[in-house]
């Protein structure tokens, strides 16, 4: 399995590989995006078409009901009786005259005069399927494919008019595989008109609201309200075959999503090969001295006295350019070159300043430790080989953490107490930005709350933030624990904190960052070093 996860890890660091997956993934993506947009737009098409053509149908359908209801009671109107020549002819007439009856008829007892034969014996009608106060209707009379024959019938009196299936076709632009059927009893029954059968009511879920478009996952049912309350029409279709189907816009969106997988790959691999570029590049700092240490210092704000500083990593390119710490430094976390770096601070502020701490017992250097140094019991035995080399005990050097260093409490717990055992103070940096909770906090053997420089930035002001302060301070002093303000700035603020029970703060106020050389100065002259940015250093 470890030879597996070896072989995984070394094709995945590959840039090439890489850049392709990231294409390859990307392209499935918006390709699998594409198509779905593209499904949903043909979709929401045949539904609009649909929906169209239901009301087609309706307004044609309306109008052959209305020339059979007018036959109908055109001849009903008439004061002739029998099969007699004026009744042939006023049965002619009316089938002439109108574009949708096929047949026009007089029922006389057994005996049946006909606009399309004359007088002949009736067959015997079953009981109309619609029985309303003026009219009766017969749906679907035949189920032969003939489309001479009538496919509905209405009558009035002893008149009947029909319409056959041939009429109804050409009205009636019926999609492949579609059905028109008469809904009758409150949509409990359906009668074919045109079009195979189909299964009534066509869902178990069949919803009970009256909606005219209904989409089922491979039928499409328009119903149709009509002028009268005792049938509805309802128009049937199987759904398209989408998946066979490519629009304009799909062929537009499959190349633009190879295209854009392209791109992000391409992009992918310059990250890469920046990413790994830099990191070659930070190796190679290490070993040249292109890292150095600065200092910023921490004041007791009554007396303005410097007590200790917090090394800094700062990097200098040959060109004499700065590279800032949020590029390089989690590019060293997730390389694994933060333990270097880390490292060659502890080793750095033991050669520059070692003597200097010697002869200042009360004067302490931070040093701060990135997640991986937190979850170890690495830097105590380091520390404790480079405080003996240089004899400097270890409550001079101080380890600071952040809360989103704490990624396992319990595990960090442990290794800081460790630290703490054998005379290192332990400090919180950035205190309030991450998410270490109360409960913890009184469990972790901390010394010190630094606040980020965003909450004292707010005080004074009307920010939401600008509370958060003063509530860290008050914590702090519940639980025992000495409190730094980081990036005062102004001589306000510094008094404001003071007044709160803040002993101590850092910040361009009191001196920007400074080399070794300057912080000794400060501690032995005991005076102000003229403030400078980092990239005035020499």
């Not at 005069?113 to 029985?131: F, N, T």
């Not at 309350?229 to 398209?240: C, E, F, G, K, S």
């Not at 600065?294 to 303005?304: A, C, K, V």
Request: glycine share 6%; hydrophobic share 45%.
């Amino acid at each position: 399995m470890s030879a597996f996860l070896a072989w995984l890890r070394q094709i995945f660091h590959r840039p090439w590989l890489l850049a392709a997956f990231a294409a390859l993934a990307s392209a499935i993506l918006l390709l699998t995006g594409s198509v779905g947009v593209a499904l949903q737009q043909m979709k929401e098409s045949e539904s609009a078409q649909m929906n169209a053509q239901g009301e087609r149908f309706l307004e044609r359908l309306e109008q052959v009901f209305g020339q059979l209801r007018e036959g109908v009671d055109q001849l009903q109107a008439l004061p002739l009786a029998g099969c007699s020549p004026a009744m042939q002819e006023a049965l002619q007439q009316v089938s002439m005259s109108s574009r949708f009856i096929y047949e026009a008829a007089y029922v006389d007892g057994i005996f049946v005069c006909s606009s399309r034969g004359g007088e002949r014996v009736a067959d015997p009608l079953r009981q109309p399927d619609i029985r309303g106060p003026t009219y009766s209707y017969w749906l679907n009379t035949t189920t032969e494919p003939d489309e001479n024959l009538a496919a509905l019938m209405l009558g009035r009196g002893r008149f009947l008019v029909s319409t056959s299936r041939g009429h109804l076709t050409d009205v009636v632009d019926l999609p492949p595989g579609g059905s028109l059927l008469v809904v009758l009893d409150h949509g409990t029954r359906a009668i074919p008109v045109l079009g195979p059968p189909q299964p009534w009511p066509p869902a178990a879920d069949w919803p009970s609201e009256d909606k005219d478009l209904i989409e089922l996952s491979d039928r499409l049912i328009y119903r149709m309200p009509t002028k009268s309350p005792d049938y509805q029409l309802v128009l049937i279709a199987p759904r398209a075959s989408l998946p066979l189907k490519m629009n304009g816009l799909l062929w537009l969106l499959f190349p633009g999503s190879v295209l854009v997988a392209i791109c992000i790959g391409w992009l992918v691999l310059q990250l890469i090969l920046q990413r790994r570029s830099m990191s070659s590049e930070l190796q190679h700092a290490l070993k040249r001295g292109e890292l150095q240490v600065l200092y910023q210092p921490i004041f007791e704000l009554d007396s303005r006295i410097c007590v200790g500083a917090e090394a800094l990593v700062r990097w200098r390119r040959p060109d004499g350019s700065l590279t800032s710490p949020d590029l390089f430094i989690p590019l060293a976390e997730n390389t694994g070159q933060i333990r270097q770096i880390t490292d060659f601070v502890l080793q750095r502020v033991l050669e520059q300043l070692g003597q200097l701490l010697r002869a200042n017992r009360q004067l302490y250097i931070s040093v701060n430790l990135a997640a991986c140094d937190v979850m170890v019991p690495r830097i105590g035995p380091v520390a404790a080989r480079l405080l003996a080399y240089h004899r400097v005990p270890a409550s001079q050097i101080a380890f600071e953490v952040t809360e989103r260093g704490l990624i396992d409490v319990v595990v960090a717990r442990d290794n800081l107490q460790a630290l703490r055992a054998v005379g290192h103070q332990v400090l919180i940096d950035d205190f309030g930005t991450g998410y270490c909770s109360l409960a913890y906090l009184q469990t972790l053997p901390v010394d010190c709350l630094k606040i980020d420089k965003a909450f004292i930035d707010a005080l004074g002001h009307d920010a939401a933030s600008s509370g958060v302060a003063p509530h860290i301070i008050r914590m702090a002093h519940d639980l025992h624990l000495r409190v730094i303000a980081e990036g005062i700035e102004c001589e306000d603020q510094a008094v404001l904190l003071n007044s709160e029970g803040v002993n101590y703060g850092q910040g361009w106020l009191f001196a920007h960052p400074l080399s070794a050389r300057q912080f000794v100065e400060l501690i032995t002259r005991g005076r102000r070093v003229r403030s400078r940015r980092i990239d005035d250093e020499p």
